[in-house]
Nanobody
Framework: EVQVVESGGGLVQAGGSLRLSCVAS???????IGWFRQAPGKDREGVSC????????SYGDSVKGRFTITSDNGKREVYLQMNNLKPEDTAVYFC??????????????????????WGQGTLVTVSS
């Protein structure tokens, strides 16, 4: 059974840090994995991802320099270190597994193709 499970959300003051974790299991192909977020009343946007193969990293313009994505255990565990958080980072953060993931110059954030599974999401709230 394929599963994607996130953890690590919470409430933090502006300027603070949080670390999100994602555990992916049951996948039998070389996948891309990444983080996406959706704020109230807004569309879901890409935050950061690791592509399949060479594992190229990509970040959305709004988080570049503040967030860092890392992986362990052959991308079965993926982390998102979020520093210098801002109130506009408040959102539900989702981990997703798919076929490929790369930065889109049109959207200015990563897009994932062929999403196989979304996690249930974890809420991050940044207070001002």
């Amino acid at each position: 059974e394929v599963q994607v499970v996130e953890s690590g959300g919470g409430l933090v003051q502006a300027g603070g840090s949080l670390r999100l974790s994602c555990v992916a299991s049951g996948f039998t192909f070389d996948y891309a994995i990444g983080w996406f977020r959706q704020a109230p009343g807004k569309d879901r946007e890409g935050v950061s991802c690791i592509d399949r193969g060479d594992g190229d990293l990509s970040y959305g313009d709004s988080v570049k320099g503040r967030f860092t994505i890392t992986s362990d255990n052959g991308k079965r565990e993926v982390y998102l270190q979020m520093n210098n958080l801002k109130p506009e980072d408040t959102a539900v953060y989702f981990c997703a597994v798919g076929r490929t993931c790369a930065y889109s110059t049109s959207y200015r954030f990563p897009l994932m193709q062929g999403v196989e599974r979304w996690g249930q999401g974890t809420l991050v709230t940044v207070s001002s």
